[in-house]
Structure formats: C-alpha cells, structure tokens
Nanobody
Framework: QVQLVESGGDSVQAGESLTLSCVASGNVSSDYHMAWFRQVLGKEREIVATRYGGNTRVIYGDFVKGRFTFSQESASNALYLQMNSLKPEDTAIYYC????????????????????WGQGTQVTVSS
C-alpha cells in the first residue's frame, strides 16, 4: 500500500509563489517514479513535472515556461514543486503521483503510468 499526501495548496494573487509538498509512505521505495500532475474541472489531468532519462533530467508541462521547479528527496520520499509567477490559468487541483518501477507501458508524462495518487491540493490564483 502506498500513501501520498500533498500539502501547500492555497489561494494567492497572480504573480505570487507557492510551494507544494508531497510525502510518500507505505510500500514505496526510491525506485518508484514520482510526478506532479494537475487537473482543471472538466479537463484531462496533465503533467506538471517529472523526471526522465534515468532520473537525470526534469520535464515540465509546456505551460510551465520556467516558472516551476521540481525537486525530490529520495531519503525522505518527499516531492516538491516550487511555483513562481503564478497565473490565474494555473488554478487547478495539483496531484502527486507514484508509479511502480515495473510500470513502463506508458510514458512518464502519461497519467496512466501511475498507480498511486494523492488526494490533491487546490491551488487558486486570482487576477
């Protein structure tokens, strides 16, 4: 059993910053692939950030454009997302996700790769 708990979501003004955190517990090892996704009501879940290339690089959603920073602490099974210059269109529920290392059918940016999801944390950005 894998549990993911996100925190850090809030209501902010455009241009402000937030840092989201995710802590993984349970039957999860450092081999699990971790990612941040987001979902706007009525739209599909989309990738925000994750590692690829043997965990040597980070890939971001096209909308990020240098504003967000993905980081991970393997020792504590913690995942972070530093979000700067937030825009109203960033308003969404942000989810932490974990994929079993044997799950390789889908790409790391495809939500179908991930078996475990947190409950999500709401980010609301006002103009």
């Amino acid at each position: 059993q894998v549990q993911l708990v996100e925190s850090g979501g809030d209501s902010v003004q455009a241009g402000e910053s937030l840092t989201l955190s995710c802590v993984a517990s349970g039957n999860v090892s450092s081999d699990y692939h971790m990612a941040w996704f987001r979902q706007v009501l009525g739209k599909e879940r989309e990738i925000v950030a994750t590692r690829y290339g043997g965990n040597t690089r980070v890939i971001y959603g096209d909308f990020v454009k240098g504003r967000f920073t993905f980081s991970q602490e393997s020792a504590s099974n913690a995942l972070y997302l530093q979000m700067n210059s937030l825009k109203p269109e960033d308003t969404a529920i942000y989810y932490c996700a974990a994929a079993d290392p044997r799950s390789r059918v889908y790409s790391v940016t495809d939500p179908r790769r991930y078996q475990h999801w947190g409950q999500g944390t709401q980010v609301t950005v006002s103009s």
